[in-house]
């Protein structure tokens, strides 16, 4: 497989992989050893797999139009934050020094 197939297929093999092997009755589970084909689970749902994973996730699947990247910047805990353009806009204190 092309190294840009597998990179195309990735987040679907993602998805596929949580719903195997972390799915439980009720919801998701973390596993202990991610290398075992038969895992034992950890029995907690951790808020960031929600949170943040199932929205990265849910994002990697929309169109790209859904939240456009000249728009919308993600903080490390999955938060859309706001892009403001501001042209030529100076900011204080990046200023060059002046003599």
């Known amino acids: 497989m092309s190294p840009h197939l597998a990179a195309a297929n990735t987040p679907l093999l993602l998805l596929q992989a949580i719903d195997r092997y972390c799915r439980v009755s009720g919801g998701f589970s973390g596993v202990k050893d991610v ?12 808020s960031f797999f929600l949170a943040e994973t199932l929205k990265y996730l849910y994002l990697l699947f929309s169109s790209d139009d859904l939240m456009p990247l000249e728009n919308w910047v993600f903080n490390t805990e999955a938060h859309p934050l706001p892009v403001l353009h501001l042209g030529n806009i100076t900011l204080p204190g990046s200023e060059p020094d002046q003599q």
């Open 35 to 46: 290398y075992s084909s038969n895992p034992t689970y950890d029995d907690v749902q951790q």
